[in-house]
């Protein structure tokens, strides 16, 4: 059937009204059974936003998973997984599209549990607004003021506070007052700038779409009124024109542009730019986009930029304004949300990703963890899961950046476990601790190989790891003796003797053993930059340890060697009475005991101390040196 022209007219009208509409990005959250995903669910039907095929499927789940009897369970749109609908809880973050004639939505109903809190940051990291729901039974509890402090912390400063369930406590005003003055006193600490409270019930429908003759004593807007109509201004940063790169294009050899998304200020053909963290310099050539070249490109469109210089610049570099460029730095003060399962240890290493950048970060320092029902800040060695600290971060590399309140895009992070690739923290930077400007290597003309060479050696690490009683100071002692009798320069750094000295302020804990290690290792690449063989005999409990031990060497220089006793056996041995104080309790945090050793996934040498002596053992070590390690 052939199609009017006033019809095709009308389409292409609709559609481009719907192009042209802006968006809202926002969260629920609140505590458990506050009514967040009733009340999705009811912003979804009464807008018309479902399909006839959904709503029955919905009436039908109703009767089969549903909790209000005869009546639609609206909870069921968003509680997705079936363990949701068996408990009747949210578990993971549920993401749902809608719209109405004056804007286009996009919703995430965060889970109220506690354990869950990871989900719920994930949810806020990308939107505009928060509702935050309260059950008007309740009032405010533990969990409101932590999904509160968390959406402050990741950017949102617009928050609705839906006092929900207004129809079970009478749709009492004095109610509604007084959990309403206790959330004002709550974000002004927060600092959430701008708070609208309104009196609903999800369940009902009351000042859902619409003003409710329950609540006459209301005189404010309705959810979706609200919705529609508030003026979220996004963090922005207004200094100056910023394009992180996320792909470098070249098709053939005629064409090299760099692909990303304008994240700040517009940038035109013609504009000084500068390449970072590298500082090379140059102009904008071309603007291109899959639908033509543009003259300018505005913050929230993804262009491909070409320069007009050859410039040196990959995924993870940041084009931006050459008269106004982001600072660029390695050392950071930032708040942190763990999400780990492990705790947060500083000195251990992880992977920071920023934008498309990935770089080597520790924490260097836990300034304080933040009680987020009070807001207290608190003394703290490690973080657990679910809780905030506000951390030092020192990077094996510089990248530019801007504060977070400045811009999510150029100043939000997540931490990825370099062992498992897990996500295991989101955070948030706040300022530079150093300029990574300030500091430069200082040239040397006496290098490592030249202080090698005089001493006819190849400096290496041998790193001697097991379980106290092992045996491993032993047989280091045996390979130095060996190899001074060969002529070679060694040093031992033995866990016992360093502990007298530059790690005599360190105890036992987990946090301390990662300290302890750092340092040693940092002892022992200096050594080796003396071009000696240093012989390091420590426990080093950890994996992730070694490892980073192991990534301050360059290739061939680190050998793990692991004197595998078993636990029996250097128990039985126990040359000190350390294991005996150990199982007595006078001793806590013994590794094999009450603390966990890791053994190593991969070492150069296994030595087996049940059937050989030390001896030997030390000349298969010295045999492996000398095979192409020593001289």
């Not at 079970?168 to 509604?176: C, E, N, R, T």
């Not at 045996?478 to 320069?489: S, T, W």
């Amino acid at each position: 059937m052939a199609v009017s022209t006033d019809a095709r007219a009308a389409v292409a009208d609709y559609l481009q009204r719907h192009e042209s509409k802006g968006q809202l990005r926002f969260i629920t959250c609140g505590s458990v059974d506050d009514g967040k995903s009733t009340l999705i669910g009811r912003l979804l039907h009464d807008t018309r936003a479902l399909l006839d095929d959904q709503l029955a499927a919905l009436e039908s789940d109703s009767r089969r998973h549903g909790t209000q009897g005869a009546d639609i369970d609206f909870a069921l749109l968003v509680d997705g997984l079936s363990a949701e609908r068996e408990q009747g809880i949210t578990i993971d973050v549920a993401y749902r599209f809608f719209g109405t004639d004056k804007r286009k939505f996009i919703v995430a109903d965060c889970p109220g549990h506690e354990q869950y809190t990871r989900n719920m940051a994930t949810g806020a990291s990308t939107a505009d607004l928060a509702i935050v729901l309260v059950d008007a039974r309740k009032g405010l509890l533990t969990q409101t003021r932590r999904h509160s402090y968390i959406a402050s912390l990741l950017g949102i400063r617009h928050v609705v506070l839906a006092v929900n369930k207004m129809d079970l406590v009478g749709y009492d005003q004095g109610v509604f007052e007084a959990i309403d003055a206790a959330y004002r006193q709550l974000a002004v600490q927060l600092g959430i700038d701008h708070v609208t409270s309104i009196p609903l019930s999800a369940l009902k429908g009351d000042n859902i779409l619409q003003a409710s003759a329950a609540t006459r004593w209301y005189r404010g807007p309705s959810l979706l009124q609200h919705l529609e109509t508030v003026e979220v201004d996004a963090v922005r940063n207004d200094a100056g024109f910023r394009l992180p790169v996320q792909w470098v294009c070249r098709p053939d050899q005629n064409f090299r542009g760099f692909a990303g998304t304008v994240v700040s200020a517009p940038v035109g053909v013609g504009d000084e730019v500068v390449v970072l963290p590298s500082g090379q310099r140059s102009s904008v050539a071309a603007i291109v986009t899959a639908d033509g070249d543009l003259d300018l490109a505005r913050p929230g469109q993804a262009v491909t930029l070409t320069l007009a210089d050859e410039v040196d610049a990959s995924r993870g570099d940041v084009i931006a304004a050459a008269a106004a460029p982001p600072e660029v730095a390695d050392q950071f003060a930032a708040h942190l949300l763990w999400m780990g399962g492990e705790q947060l240890l500083p000195g251990r290493s992880y992977w920071l990703k920023i934008g498309a950048r990935t770089v080597g970060v520790q924490v260097t320092e836990i300034k304080h963890k933040v009680d987020v029902n009070t807001q207290d800040e608190l003394a703290a060695k490690h973080l657990s899961l679910n809780e905030v600290g506000y951390c030092n971060l020192y990077l094996d590399q510089p990248i530019p950046f801007e504060p977070y309140a400045r811009s999510r895009e150029m100043g939000g992070f997540i931490l990825i476990d370099r062992q498992s690739n897990g996500t295991v923290a989101v955070g948030t930077l706040d300022f530079a601790l150093r300029r990574a400007g300030n500091i430069h290597w200082q040239h040397v003309d006496v290098d490592k190989h030249a202080r090698a060479r005089i001493k006819h050696q190849k400096p290496r690490c041998v790193w001697f790891t097991g379980l106290s009683g092992s045996g491993k100071s032993t047989i280091a002692n045996l390979v130095e003796k060996r190899l001074l009798a060969m002529g070679q320069h060694t040093y031992i750094l033995d866990g016992d003797n360093v502990r007298h000295g530059l790690n005599k302020d360190l105890g036992f804990t987990d946090e301390d053993r990662v300290e302890n290690i750092r340092r040693v290792a940092e002892v022992a690449r200096l050594m080796v930059d003396a071009g000696l063989i240093v012989l390091v005999s420590f426990i080093s409990p950890f994996r992730a340890e070694r490892r980073m031990a192991r990534g301050m060497f360059g290739d061939g220089e680190f050998l793990e060697v692991f004197v595998d006793t078993p636990l029996e056996i250097a128990e039985a041995r126990d040359p000190k009475g350390l294991y005996a104080k150990a199982r007595a309790g006078i001793l806590s945090n013994f590794t094999g005991v009450d603390s966990t050793y890791e053994r190593p996934e991969h070492p150069e040498i296994v030595l087996s101390t049940v059937r050989i002596d030390a001896e030997a053992l030390a000349r298969q070590v010295v045999e492996y040196l000398d095979g192409g390690c020593v001289a």
